[in-house]
């Protein structure tokens, strides 16, 4: 079991930056994939990016690449997710995700725990 807690959301206005954080606790954190998902409003969850266990590999949706950069500290149990060049378009509730399967990328289904979420609001 894995429990995931995120911070670091917040209201920001657009071209600003923000860094989350998600908090695992639990085992074996090193051989999870993790990953961020975000929701907006009326719309699907939708996959913002992942790491590999090892943080070697990661993976980004073609909306955040070259703006957001995923990383892990597998001594802190902590994954992060940083954020640049924010645009209005990315106001959503973010969350992280952990998934046992060693090639999950971007199905939510793959995806075994979730934490609660966190709010980032970008202004315009």
């Known amino acids: 079991q894995v429990q995931l807690v995120e911070s670091g959301g917040g209201l920001v206005q657009a071209g600003d930056s923000l860094r989350l954080s998600c908090a695992a606790s639990?085992?074996?954190?090193?051989?999870?994939?993790m990953a961020w998902f975000r929701q907006a409003p009326g719309k699907e969850r939708e996959f913002v990016a992942a790491?590999?266990?090892?943080?070697?590999?990661?993976d980004y949706a073609d909306s955040v690449k070259g703006r957001f950069t995923i990383s892990r500290d597998n001594a802190k149990n902590t994954v992060y997710l940083q954020m640049n060049s924010l645009k209005p378009e990315d106001t959503a509730v973010y969350y992280c995700a952990a998934s046992i399967y060693s090639m999950a990328t971007s199905l939510s289904s793959q995806y075994n725990y979730w934490g609660q979420g966190t709010q980032v609001t970008v202004s315009s």
């Open positions: 639990g085992r074996s954190f090193s051989s999870y994939v």
């Open positions: 790491v590999s266990w090892s943080g070697a590999r990661t």
